[in-house]
């Protein structure tokens, strides 16, 4: 905010202010209101007229000769402003009177002046109770002092700034669109300044401030009691548990023959809990469950390589892109090679998954949509990219496809549309590898640039405007996001070879991940989103434990992978 705008809001709330002083201002003191005892219906009053020593408040030891119980005391008011009493009654005694009943036992009679009342042989006296005149006490009820007028705002309970800021707002319209995160996050910290309670949302109050609970514990009774009777207690959001950043992996694998390649993806784990990963010629899988290590397959030339691996479904099958422009499709649990794809004319250097479908890129640019249940597996192609395409993503309701490439380039894709881009994004002055969609917000898309451009920025897939952007000081090669704890870590190459865990949409640091000597080319996350595994150009493979496990995720996975097994058992 600018100097010219405050001095405009504050103008604006002055002038609202000294209208609603005007406006509740009152010309004389309200009557107080009379007492619940004093309203004695006119049957019951006695026919002469009050004393002024009777109606005065001052005269408290005057008895009221009305047909109710004896004045006792008359307790003074707890504050200044109110002329309200609080009466204290005297519990009026009972009066026994004899009474002559045939056929019952003697009883204690008493003896009334002007009565003979005598003890009668097989004659008893039953005793009763004469009927009190008046409205009977309810016990436990004392007098209640009213807090203020309904019709009367309350300014101690009233946000005039905040009333202030709706008014003004409610009518504004932006270019920005209403689900921006930036957006967002600054309508919170606005109204969290100007609010002076998370509940407020009227222009005006009539209630009173509930007591704080700050202090004692007997305020802290008072407010939640006082919660219960006006109104129901809303459940506060749970602070998400803290979690610990390692200072150094977890573990440590030998990885020779990795190859120190930007525009690669040769790592990838799996929902089996096995990390597959290609070195050199050979694709290996290590199993987390147990540590152990399983050689899948080999190329049959020393010269061709493993450019890209990429699990599907529930990890049953794996999909492995060659040097050689052949997508091999294997079956893990059979350890055996189900088919073999055509139809590139260079490497395939990036493979995703949408269902039973497989989408590769490749490095002339051109990006391929294979539907592995038909024998002619390539059902479109796409060619907007001019240059080698090394990041492909698709969002996590299948509506949309990202695609970065060494064109400095990212497109937005529509499922229904594969031929044409739905956007272009031009942000970045580096190839984009690093894409990776926001897995709580479907139309949100975070994306990576290379050594030139070191940024990390966000997108709106829907309407193609950038969100954010971040520098990192470093080259982005692979980023991934934590719903539980609404982070994302990113990989990062020359000059700093490190990870960066940061806290979404605020893109505050919240720890970093030193120890690789070269720099981090992949980075997979484990199915459970606890673990990160990370591959680096020193030839080794580091895991990191940096999330607790999501129970949510846990639930849904057994329903996840019952619907994607059914449809890779039709795989031809």
């Not at 004093?38 to 009221?64: G, K, Y």
């Not at 640019?365 to 192609?381: F, L, P, T």
């Amino acid at each position: 905010l600018n100097s010219s705008a405050v001095s405009t809001f504050l103008l604006e709330f002055l002038t609202m202010d000294a209208q609603l002083n005007e406006l509740i201002r009152l010309k004389q003191p309200l009557p107080a209101p009379v007492e619940r005892w004093q309203m004695v219906p006119s049957r019951q009053r006695p026919p002469r007229s009050l004393t002024s020593q009777e109606v005065l408040p001052a005269c408290a030891n005057s008895p009221l000769r009305v047909r109710t119980p004896s004045v006792a005391n008359i307790v003074a008011p707890r504050t200044p402003e109110s002329t309200k009493y609080v009466v204290k009654y005297k519990k009026t005694p009972k009066i026994r009177t004899p009474t002559k009943t045939p056929g019952q036992t003697a009883g204690k009679a008493t003896k009334t002046p002007g009565t003979n009342c005598s003890k009668t042989p097989h004659a008893h006296s039953k005793k009763r109770t004469p009927p009190r005149s008046g409205k009977k006490k309810t016990p436990g009820k004392t007098g209640h002092t009213p807090s203020g007028c309904r019709f009367i705002p309350n300014r101690s309970t009233t946000g005039l700034e905040y009333s202030s800021y709706l008014m003004q707002n409610s009518k504004e319209t932006s270019d920005e669109p209403e689900d921006s995160p930036s957006r967002e996050e600054y309508r919170q910290a606005l109204m969290k300044v100007l609010s002076k309670s998370k509940n407020q949302s009227r222009v005006l109050s009539f209630t009173s401030a509930t007591p704080s609970m700050e202090g004692s514990l007997l305020n802290y009774t008072a407010d939640l009691s006082s919660s219960h009777n006006g109104s129901s207690l809303r459940s506060s959001q749970k602070k998400r548990a803290q979690h610990r950043i390692p200072t150094s992996a977890d573990r440590i694998l030998d990885a020779p023959g990795l190859l120190d390649d930007y525009y690669l993806n040769t790592l990838d784990w799996g929902k089996n809990r096995q990390l597959a990963i290609g070195l050199g010629n050979t694709v290996f899988l290590w199993n987390a469950s147990d540590g152990s290590v399983q050689q899948l397959m080999e190329l049959g030339s020393e010269a061709d390589y493993v450019s890209s691996v990429s699990w599907a479904g529930n990890g049953k099958y794996l999909a492995v892109g060659c040097s050689d422009a052949a997508i091999q499709l294997w079956d893990v649990v059979k350890e055996k090679r189900v088919r073999v794809m055509q139809g590139h004319t260079d490497r395939v250097g990036v493979l995703t998954w949408n269902s039973h479908n497989l989408t590769s890129g490749c490095r002339d640019g051109s990006i391929h949509y294979h539907d592995v249940r038909k024998s002619e597996h390539c059902v479109n192609q796409s060619h907007c990219h001019q240059l080698e395409v090394c990041g492909l993503r698709w969002s996590s309701d299948g509506r949309y496809l990202a695609s970065g490439a060494n064109d400095n380039l990212c497109c937005i894709w529509n499922a229904s549309n594969p031929q044409e881009p739905l956007h272009i994004l031009r942000g970045h002055v580096a190839a984009v590898k690093a894409v990776s969609w926001c897995p709580w917000q479907h139309h949100v898309v975070a994306t990576g640039g290379g050594t030139s451009d070191r940024c990390i920025k966000f997108w709106n897939a829907a309407s193609g405007q950038c969100l954010d952007s971040v520098d990192t000081k470093s080259q982005v090669s692979a980023i991934s996001w934590n719903r539980e704890h609404r982070e994302l870590i990113s990989a990062h190459g020359n000059p700093r070879h490190q990870m960066v865990v940061w806290k979404y949409p605020s893109m505050a640091r919240v720890g970093e991940l030193v120890g690789h000597q070269g720099r981090v080319l992949h980075m997979s996350l484990s199915p459970r989103r606890t673990t990160v595994a990370s591959a680096g150009a020193d030839e080794t493979l580091r895991m990191w434990k940096c999330f607790e496990p999501c129970k949510s995720l846990d639930q849904s996975r057994s329903h996840t992978e019952d619907s994607i097994t059914a449809l890779l058992h039709s795989v031809r």
